[in-house]
């Protein structure tokens, strides 16, 4: 494990995941990920909301595939970052961040005032 590359972030599903399955039984999910954080400027509180790329391979992606998560899900997400270069349909040259998923627990609800994390890698 590359310990100079990693990454923790907590926050709600974007999206639901979206499962492709490739010839050779390979799964990739991808969805997207808001984390939220909350400063003071000016005297106000601010929310600052960042959104992420999230790519789970193999196993990750099946087990995200039978789980019920969905829309506005809170989930951890540890992983690392990879950054790739590609050409669009238009002949431009587009950079892209994402993070490749290692591990996702999801957070639930058990009652009100208490969670309970269940992790699904």
């Known amino acids: 494990m590359n310990l100079r590359n990693r990454v923790q972030l907590i926050g709600n599903l974007g999206s639901e995941p979206q499962i492709r399955e490739f010839?050779?039984?390979r799964?990739?999910?991808r969805f997207s990920l808001a984390t939220t954080d909350v400063y003071k400027k000016e005297g106000k509180y601010v929310r600052d909301t960042q959104w992420h790329s999230v790519t789970?391979?193999?196993k990750l992606a099946e087990v995200l595939q039978?789980?019920?998560v969905s829309t506005g899900s809170e989930v951890i997400v540890m992983g690392s970052i990879v950054s790739s270069t590609f050409t669009?349909?238009?002949g431009n040259e587009r950079k892209i961040s994402e993070i490749v998923a290692d591990s996702i627990m999801v957070r639930r609800l058990k009652r009100a005032d208490a969670k309970m994390e269940k992790n699904i890698a």
Do not use: I, P, S
């Open 56 to 58: 789970a391979w193999n």
């Open 27 to 29: 799964k990739l999910a």
């Open 88 to 90: 669009d349909r238009n």
């Open 23 to 25: 010839e050779n039984g």
């Open 66 to 68: 039978n789980r019920e």
